[in-house]
């Protein structure tokens, strides 16, 4: 088994990265969160990211005040905010912040490889992308639920259960693919969209199991909150 953990601190903003990503998986195509965290404010300094096939969901675990972000030649004012508001934010152009506030954020990356991956392994025939309004926060209480839900095992990602964090990726991929996806049809329905309570192949759990052949059914989570039964298949199970 291969896991994708990295836990980084830079010395310069103090700002301190801890991470974990869906395991057995190219780690281009994994979907990952992300804990993010300053201690200090430097408002001379800006820290540089994005530029990079990719989309992120932030879930700001503090209130943060009114800041500037700098999306590639433009100058973003963005607006004070609340704790548990969340936001997306397109990564495909060189982004930098403002670091004049303390930061602490959680944050679900979808890389657009991990994105094609998780349709092909859940039967999804397209995803176009994602369409949002890059940066509004808004509150989104399945992203909230799930955030908080992974926020402790970021203390210490080594000891993360690896089941629970990966379909807890899973489950936001979903969500964020019935929400936001541009082009979406699920084979296993065969129809635009899902109902409320339906069975369907859950592809996260079998990799790990002792028989293959052994059928299991858990307990999950639809996109929009309300409870769903997986018909799980051995295929892979992780986390």
Not at 76 to 92: F, K, N, Q, Y
Not at 109 to 118: C, E, F, N, V
Not at 134 to 153: C, N, S, T, W, Y
Not at 175 to 200: I, K, Q, W
């Amino acid at each position: 088994m291969t896991s994708n953990l990295n836990t980084m601190t830079d010395g310069t903003h103090r700002m301190h990265v801890k991470m974990i990503g869906e395991m057995d998986v190219d780690p281009e195509e994994a979907l990952y969160v992300v804990r993010t965290q300053t201690f200090a404010h430097h408002p001379d300094e800006t820290v540089s990211f994005g530029d990079r096939d990719a989309d992120t969901v932030q879930l700001h675990l503090d209130d943060t005040p009114a800041t500037t972000l700098y999306a590639g030649s433009k100058v973003v004012e963005m607006p004070r905010g609340m704790a548990l508001e969340c936001s997306m934010r397109d990564l495909r152009q060189p982004l930098a912040w403002r670091a004049d506030h303390r930061l602490d954020m959680l944050s679900f990356d979808i890389p657009s490889k991990a994105l094609t991956r998780w349709a092909r392994d859940n039967g999804v025939r397209s995803v176009g992308g994602l369409s949002f309004q890059d940066g509004v926060r808004q509150h989104d209480e399945v992203i909230k639920g799930f955030g908080l839900a992974l926020l402790p095992f970021l203390d210490d990602p080594a000891f993360a259960p690896r089941l629970f964090v990966d379909c807890v990726l899973n489950a936001v991929c979903s969500h964020l693919v019935r929400r936001f996806g541009t082009t979406y049809n699920m084979d296993s329905c065969r129809s635009r969209h899902l109902p409320v309570s339906a069975e369907f192949p859950c592809p996260i759990l079998s990799k790990h199991s002792g028989n293959p052949s052994e059928k299991r059914r858990i307990n999950g989570c639809c996109s929009d909150g309300s409870n769903a039964r997986w018909n799980c298949s051995e295929k892979r199970i992780w986390l």
